[in-house]
């Protein structure tokens, strides 16, 4: 036994043998994958609530005498949804080694989901409800809440890969955080229109 650990060690030197995945997908990024599966039954509960008061209770949506501001939600789904280009163009950037369009691309995706989120904060303190005033507006602070602290995330760690960028911590060999950091906010970006087409316009 003793010779094959000698073996076994000389066999793969200094270093460990390389990992050997029973996927094509890397762990990291399966792993946001299941993350991103976990956010969606959330979410999910959520919706079920919505429609529970909606349809089951037959609760009028909006409930008079308020209003909804559909024009500005959908000025801001505008904003987010170009972040989500801008968000694939640093990835594609970073994969041809175009440094300046990586950083360019999360520089402006951060911006645009900053203004998302300023804007959805100034909503509420201009939307003339809150919770107290019935199941309306519970569920519209749960639903459109739940996604600003969502965003909130995306932000945060959008925030670490730009400032990577700008240290010239990503390549096109190593990129991974890009990517990574990209699928979550191309899930809160698809969850938004869910969101804004549920909550504002049907």
Not at 51 to 69: A, C, D, E, M, Y
Request: aromatic fraction near 16%; proline fraction near 5%; charge should be neutral.
């Amino acid at each position: 036994m003793v010779a094959h650990a000698e073996a076994h060690l000389d066999h793969h030197g200094d270093h460990p043998p390389e990992p050997h995945f029973s996927s094509r997908i890397s762990p990291s990024i399966l792993g946001m994958y299941l993350f991103i599966g976990s956010e969606i039954m959330l979410f999910g509960s959520f919706f079920t609530a919505y429609f529970f008061v909606r349809v089951v209770n037959g609760v009028q949506w909006p409930t008079p005498p308020f209003h909804l501001p559909v024009y500005v939600a959908f000025i801001n789904t505008c904003i987010l949804v170009t972040s989500s280009f801008t968000m694939h163009w640093s990835l594609h950037s970073v994969k041809r080694g175009n440094v300046w369009g990586l950083r360019a691309g999360l520089l402006l995706t951060f911006l645009m989901g900053l203004t998302f989120l300023i804007t959805q904060v100034t909503e509420y303190l201009r939307i003339g409800f809150n919770t107290a005033d019935g199941a309306f507006p519970t569920i519209f602070f749960c639903l459109t809440g739940l996604h600003g602290c969502h965003v909130f995330v995306g932000l945060t760690i959008l925030l670490f890969m730009t400032i990577r960028a700008f240290r010239g911590h990503f390549s096109p060999e190593h990129h991974h955080g890009v990517e990574i950091g990209g699928i979550y906010w191309h899930f809160v970006d698809v969850m938004w229109i869910l969101v804004y087409l549920t909550v504002y316009i049907i």
